[in-house]
């Protein structure tokens, strides 16, 4: 089993529809990165968080530390937002263990 | 502002063939900096980390080798690679600990 798991592997929806990308980890951790990989390969950091809840534009991260659950949700998708999503918890000082990733393809 | 470079994007080389990819990062002095490889239908793995000139970590014991010559350049290096050397290696740095990670753009390798 990875210590970082994510769910679900791959995600289609319709345009305008309410996006949630669910990860949990099995290890204490400091802090969690949601990161975000498009086709071409490059990797956009979305949030590092280690309590609560942030948001930026459609975009919200939450974090219950006492469940090791980590949730994404995209609000009012749009055919840009496809892309393979990722998150990666922060062990130790240095090492960031990641998640297998979601593909989300939004219709339009 | 801070920026980071990576290259090259793309790389095809022979298996047995020397490998340097290079990355550095402007706009910030003593970066931590990170080397990552996402092979074919597999999650990230961090490869090395140096959080100073001439320190190198290894994560996983493997072909390859890093060094930090100057303080915004880190380099992955090979002298014979591997057909299970292919893949998208990424570099990234951060100020330090409990800060946000940045990506560079990407070097996909294939090894023939």
């Known amino acids: 089993k990875n210590e970082v798991e994510q769910s679900p592997q791959n995600l289609t929806a319709q345009e305008g529809e309410f996006i949630t990308i669910n990860c949990s980890y099995s290890?204490?951790?400091?802090?969690l990165h949601w990161l975000q990989q498009h086709p071409g390969g490059g990797i956009v950091s979305l949030f590092m968080l280690s309590s609560g809840k942030k948001k930026h534009g459609r975009l919200i991260a939450t974090i219950n530390i006492q469940e090791k659950h980590s949730s994404l949700h995209i609000t009012a998708s749009h055919p840009r937002d496809s892309a393979v999503y990722i998150c990666a918890a922060v062990r130790g000082a240095q090492k960031l263990v990641f998640g297998q990733g979601t593909r989300l393809t939004i219709n339009p | 502002s801070q920026t980071i470079h990576q290259w090259p994007a793309t790389l095809v080389q022979p298996v047995g063939s020397p490998l340097s990819l290079e990355c550095t990062v402007e706009g910030t002095s003593n970066p931590n900096l990170y080397w990552y490889r996402q092979a074919a239908g597999r999650g990230l793995q961090l490869l090395f980390y140096s959080v100073g000139i001439g320190q190198i970590s290894s994560e996983v014991p493997q072909n390859l080798s890093a060094s930090r010559p100057q303080d915004r350049q880190f380099i992955l290096s090979s002298k014979k690679l591997l057909l299970s050397d292919s893949g998208f290696y990424l570099c990234?740095?951060?100020?330090?600990?409990?800060?946000?990670?940045?990506f560079g753009s990407g070097t996909r390798l294939t090894v023939v």
């Open positions: 290890v204490g951790i400091s802090a």
């Open positions: 990234a740095w951060r100020l330090a600990a409990n800060y946000g990670y940045t």
